[in-house]
């Protein structure tokens, strides 16, 4: 395997640890709670649309299925906000923390029963096919995993950047007391995003089902898309996706360079570093701590 | 209702607040002591099971409940405590006597060492670095493999006291006897700690940061000393699993173990010893309980008894969601407010425990 196909290799596995770590930050920039349950969604939104897209299940056409296992996880994330996490408004940070974890080991339980413990893959158009680009084979699922990611990132940035919508997202956490003063719908916001944040971790779990089979456990995946958020600092969209990238190409090449048994720590060393040196992440979006 | 008359500046930090309090709390080691006489050897397992986990929630406890710094890396001190316990037997050939204290120590000045660069981050940022450090040390284990023997794992020799040999299946009394020596001198230090003045700045921490740095509290000190406190004791209950399990690996201290601590304290009740030990007993008697609805609910419906994979862990995952949205202050809380109510009969209301709430502010500028 050529270093080129290495890159490639870590790049979309990198994008796809970016959009759940993307999952992580729109719920974080908008109401500063941390969703640790993001790959678990991530697993459901790519189970909703197997088990919609599989001959042994539902048997739907993939292009069909896959609006549907989108809108599904996002009606999930409103639905979730609506009738859990409302009634957590105003308690601590660390409470939403566990109540998501919980919430991470019951998704995961759920989708055992429905699907089973056993891998399976979904039936993909653009799963092991290969393009060319000028003598270098890659495959299709590789480079449409960078494509569908990139555009993505650039229109949620947009989005938070240029939209009212978004602005009042940023202005609901920025202060929860000021935004409703200014007349923003601060818990209707709060569940839009957890609708945007689910809709993000179903084109994730879709993009990471078409790279390979699934399981329930895939969940765990988000631990490392946790680190790439950290790394490339809480908070900030393309740092999301920066860090989901450092995480990626960091793996496939030191299991390449270094002995064994360290290439799979090596994204956390590089967390734990990060978090001493540089605690708030690469591109950091805190300045200084105000009473 | 009680109304305790206070005559001199003690009372304010005595050990019980009155001497039918005193009393209670004989009355329970007494029953503790009596156990053995009481259970089956099966059930006698499970106690000392329930009082290792106990121990180990009251570290984590220290510093979640008293200092407020939330950590999902105590499964890592688990492993250390763990470790060093055995290898400092088998290796140094250190009696049991002076191996598990020292397990102890090394478990509390790897927590206070870790701890030291990871002052300076709150919250979130707290909670993730903790993970990697479960992470870490899991694979840290078989990178070792020369000291650690990897994912092949090492046995806990019995432990000789004096003489006396100390193992779980020949002996299970004296285990039982060992470990709840070991949990009420613990109990003991966590009160006394409370009651001093570093637990009070730990206190002060826990409620405002910036407030007990004006008050002269060196912040970052004090969190290293919480997280070299909260380690110590997880590593000698760490010390103690092992002896207990037999044999031990990487996978046996993973991120699970880490986050069922954190929830054990929550359903028990956070800032409290009690909670410690209500959230033990739930945490180490869920499984067995799983296990006998299961076969009951087998035998009532006819078929075999039912084996879904991942039940337990769904099983606790909502009864934790259930208890942070209806009862956040978990177990204690609830009999507290049980307590108050019948204590004030007829004036109890319905918000006495209500707590105000925060609006959020952010510290990013964008």
């Known amino acids: 395997m050529g270093v080129l196909q290495l890159i490639v ?218 680190a790439a958020a950290v790394i490339g600092g809480f908070g900030s969209l393309p740092g999301a996706l920066l860090g989901g990238i450092i995480v990626g190409l960091i793996e496939p090449f030191s299991g390449r360079y270094m002995p064994s048994g360290y290439s799979q720590i090596m994204p956390y060393l590089l967390l734990f570093l990060i978090l001493i040196f540089r605690p708030h992440g690469i591109l950091a979006q805190v300045h200084a701590k105000k009473v | 209702m009680r109304t305790v008359f206070k005559t001199s500046y003690d009372a304010d930090i005595n050990l019980f607040r009155h001497p039918q309090q005193m009393g209670w709390y004989l009355a329970l080691i007494m029953l503790a002591l009596a156990l053995p006489f009481l259970l089956s050897v099966f059930a006698l397992g499970e106690a000392t099971n329930v009082l290792i986990w106990a121990i180990a929630c009251m570290g984590l406890m220290i510093l979640v409940g008293q200092t407020g710094q939330a950590s999902l890396g105590h499964a890592a001190f688990l492993a250390i405590g763990c470790y060093a316990n055995v290898l400092l037997q088998q290796r140094l050939g250190l009696p049991f006597l ?65 003489g006396f040999e100390i193992d779980r299946y020949r002996t299970p009394w004296l285990l039982y006897y060992l470990i709840l020596a070991v949990t009420l001198l613990v ?45 110590g004791i997880t590593g000698l209950a760490g010390a103690l699993m092992g002896h207990y399990a037999g044999i031990f690996n990487n996978e046996t201290f993973n991120l699970i173990i880490s986050i069922q601590l954190l929830l054990a304290i929550v359903i028990g009740g956070l800032g409290s010893i009690h909670g410690a030990f209500f959230g033990a007993a739930v945490v180490a008697m869920l499984p067995q309980a799983i296990a006998i609805g299961r076969d009951v609910l087998g035998r009532f419906i006819g078929g075999g008894s039912i084996a879904i994979p991942g039940m337990e862990t769904a099983i606790f995952g909502l009864l934790l969601i259930l208890f942070i949205l209806f009862e ?34 952010t510290e990013r500028m964008r």
Request: glycine share 10%; net charge positive.
């Open chain 1, 9 to 226: 290799s870590g790049l979309a596995n990198g994008c796809v640890y970016g959009l759940i770590a993307m999952g992580f930050v729109l719920i974080y920039k908008a109401t500063e709670a941390v969703n640790f349950a993001q790959g678990d969604f991530m697993m459901l939104g790519a189970f909703i649309c197997l088990g919609l897209t599989n001959p042994q299940f539902m048997d739907l056409p993939f292009w069909v299925s896959v609006p549907i296992a989108i809108a599904i996880m996002g009606a999930f994330g409103y639905a979730l906000d609506l009738v859990v996490l409302r009634r957590m408004f105003g308690q601590s940070q660390i409470a939403i923390v566990i109540l998501t974890i919980a919430l991470g080991f019951v998704l995961r339980f759920f989708a055992g029963v429905m699907w089973g413990h056993e891998p399976i893959s979904l039936a993909s158009p653009i799963a092991g096919r290969d393009v060319r680009f000028g003598g270098v084979v890659l495959g299709l699922d590789e480079v449409m995993v960078i494509a569908v990611t990139i555009v993505l990132t650039l229109l949620l940035w947009l989005y938070f950047n240029r939209t009212k919508l978004g602005v009042a997202m940023q202005a609901s956490s920025q202060n929860q007391l000021a935004a409703y003063y200014m007349g923003i719908p601060v818990k209707r916001v709060h569940s839009l995003i957890w609708a945007l944040s689910g809709m993000v971790a179903a084109v994730a779990g879709i993009l990471f089902a078409s790279k390979g089979s699934i399981d329930p456990s895939i969940g765990l995946l988000g631990i490392k898309a946790f």
């Open chain 2, 98 to 162: 002076l191996s598990f204290p020292l397990a102890g120590l090394i478990a509390g000045v790897a927590g206070a060492l870790i701890a030291m660069p990871m002052t300076k981050l709150h919250g979130i940022y707290l909670a993730i670095g903790t993970i990697a450090i479960t992470i870490l040390t899991e694979d840290f284990i078989v990178i070792a493999t020369p000291l650690t023997n990897g994912v092949i794992g090492l046995m806990a020799p019995p432990i000789d006291i004096f």
């Open chain 2, 187 to 231: 109990v003991l230090a966590y009160r006394n700690l409370q009651r001093s003045p570093l637990g009070r700045s730990f206190a002060a921490i826990r409620d405002s940061e910036i407030s007990a740095q004006a008050m002269g509290v060196n912040v970052a000190r004090t969190k290293a000393v919480a997280f070299g406190i909260s380690t």
């Open chain 2, 328 to 361: 956040p202050m978990g177990i204690y809380g609830r009999w507290v407010k049980i307590r108050t109510y019948f204590e004030l009969f007829p004036f109890y209301r319905k918000d006495m425990f209500r707590r105000q709430k925060a609006y959020l502010k």
